[in-house]
């Protein structure tokens, strides 16, 4: 059954960032209408096996057969649209929720790539009990950039997953939850990428629920949704997806003037239940660690409902007059 604990997030959030454009869905497979169709490309695709769409869901039912035999699968004009959009990018999301039935090992709700040269794949076993993980072979022969994940959720469990990789910054990051809103099911973990790139991934096969090239089992579960993004979220836009809330916007440690130019760029309204309402905003003022910040010393914060009263104008007034 689709699970409406897993539908807060993905394709409601305002996406924005401060220094380069924002962040655009290129792809999603929802299932909702009862298809592996594309929502905002036209990559639909195509169901092998005995793969079926039940209750808005991509249902596998794999139980230790063949690899690739049971799957969501591009083919023809969705696999040439695929290497259309995802060849030469510098970076990405990936936002996937899903729900294992019984765990395969390395078995892959999520891969592209060519076999033996490039891919990206997410796994939710990594095989003999190991954690959960992703990995990213770019074909430049720099080998795997694997993200070793905190811990595995137990079978049954809805799990939204979010990856983001950025050839600028040289980071890639994981980022799961079982229970939207709920901070004690979120783990999380970067790595520097060693300077692979996402760009170079030859996109010769794509599945949902299968492997590229490898002879793992193919995935047995359901799959809610698939979304990729053609640029990497910050921490705040993650955190958003997960239904959870960080000062700290930007991920770099520290709540500074960048951190108010994306609360600015994403705020919503007083009550809003994605981007920054009005309540964040004043948890992100008193966090504040620049110079005259809440961190830093005792400059009085509005309280929320003057927050609303002031408005985006009164806050960037508020902002400067704290500098």
């Known amino acids: 059954m689709k699970t409406g604990k897993l539908l807060v997030a993905v394709g409601a959030v305002a996406l924005f960032s401060a220094g380069h454009a924002s962040a655009v869905k290129i792809h999603e497979w929802n299932f909702d209408n009862g298809t592996a169709d594309d929502s905002v490309g036209t990559a639909h695709l195509t169901l092998n096996g005995a793969a079926s769409i039940a209750g808005g869901e991509l249902v596998l039912t794999n139980s230790g057969g063949a690899p690739r035999t049971e799957n969501a699968q ?24 899903y729900n294992v039935t019984t765990a395969q090992d390395w078995s892959k709700p999520f891969m592209y790539g060519l076999a033996g040269d490039s891919y990206l794949d997410f796994t939710p076993n990594r095989g003999g009990g190991q954690q959960m993980g992703l990995r990213l072979l770019d074909g430049n022969g720099g080998g795997e950039q694997g993200v070793i994940f905190h811990q595995q959720y137990a079978d049954g469990v809805d799990v939204r997953m979010v990856m983001t990789l950025n050839n600028a910054t040289n980071r890639v990051t994981l980022d799961t939850i079982s229970t939207i809103g709920d901070p004690s099911t979120h783990f999380t973990s970067t790595r520097s990428l060693a300077g692979a790139d996402v760009g170079n991934i030859i996109v010769d096969e794509f599945y949902l629920g299968s492997a590229v090239g490898f002879n793992d089992q193919d995935f047995s579960g359901t799959i809610d949704s698939v979304a990729i993004y053609d640029n990497a979220l910050n921490k705040g836009q993650i955190y958003d997806q997960l239904g959870l809330f960080t000062a700290d916007l930007d991920g770099d440690g520290d709540v500074d003037d960048a951190d108010f130019g994306l609360a600015f760029a994403q705020f919503t309204g007083p009550n809003a239940a994605a981007g920054v309402s009005t309540q964040e905003l004043s948890t992100i003022l008193n966090s504040y660690t620049g110079p005259g910040g809440a961190g830093s010393s005792s400059v009085a914060v509005p309280e929320p409902a003057s927050l609303a009263i002031f408005g985006l104008g009164g806050l960037a007034l508020l902002r400067h007059r704290r500098r």
């Open 74 to 97: 591009a083919t023809g004009a969705a696999l040439t649209e695929l290497q259309g959009t995802l060849a030469g990018l510098t970076e990405m999301t990936v936002v996937i929720d």
